[in-house]
């Protein structure tokens, strides 16, 4: 069965105290790999897309890794305004359509 | 355009009412997707739309839920005989078909978020 998993559940950083979230995920067939921001009682905000194992893309204090078993959002120097929900999903080969699987998110915290 | 967007953003409605929901997508993109969300969870597939056709829906989705997306432009997403665990956020995405800038990725509206009491 496809699953998609994320660690830690929540994470409290100090600013500028960096680290990784990790998503774990079994799919047959996987399209791609996001990486969301969400922000309470909003909707999920596009951050990557990750295809095949060994690429990695970054944006600003981001930087997401991708291998054939799980992905990594590394948060270099974070700061407050990086505190929110951090969902990966993967789309996976389907007939009439390839099905996207979120993770439960890890709900990250950037202590001033 | 200044990508999806989501009406109403709140709806309280009693049990045993129906409820609609409004979703416009980004205008160039073929594809929408709804999905529902509740705390902690990540958002869940309910059904997908290419251009009008509704190609896929969840077996999560009862039949008290339809999706209709006429002229493969806006879509509504109804629910009769709303029940109290019906309360979540409904989330809208649209997605091109073309891999363009390299990725499928999905885009989402604001949300609705819907309180049966």
């Known amino acids: 069965e496809d699953q998609v998993t994320q660690s830690p559940e929540a994470l409290r950083l100090q600013e500028g105290e960096s680290s990784s979230l990790n998503c774990s995920y079994t799919v047959s067939g996987l399209r791609g790999l996001f990486w969301y921001r969400q922000d309470p009682g909003k909707g999920p905000e596009f951050l990557f897309t990750?295809?095949?194992a060994g690429e990695e893309k970054e944006k600003e204090r981001l930087k997401a890794t991708l291998t054939k078993k799980e992905s990594f959002l590394h948060i270099t120097a974070p700061k407050p305004e990086d505190s929110a929900t951090y969902l990966c999903a993967v789309q996976a080969r389907g007939t009439s359509y390839d099905k996207v699987i979120f993770g439960p998110g890890t709900s990250l915290s950037v202590i001033p | 355009d200044t990508g999806v967007s989501q009406n109403p953003r709140h709806k309280i409605t009693k049990r045993g009412q129906n409820v609609t929901f409004r979703c416009d997508p980004i205008?160039?993109?073929?594809?929408l997707y709804w999905y529902r969300q509740t705390l902690g969870q990540g958002p869940e597939f309910l059904t997908y739309?290419?251009?009008?056709?509704?190609?896929?829906k969840s077996r999560l989705l009862s039949d008290r839920f339809s999706a209709e997306r006429p002229k493969g432009s806006f879509s509504t997403l109804e629910i009769q005989r709303t029940e109290q665990g019906d309360s979540a956020m409904y989330l809208c995405a649209s997605s091109s078909s073309l891999r363009t800038s390299g990725s499928y990725e999905q885009y989402f509206g604001p949300g609705t978020r819907l309180t049966v009491t």
């Open positions: 205008s160039e993109h073929n594809r």
């Open positions: 990750l295809y095949s």
């Open positions: 739309f290419q251009n009008e056709a509704q190609l896929e």
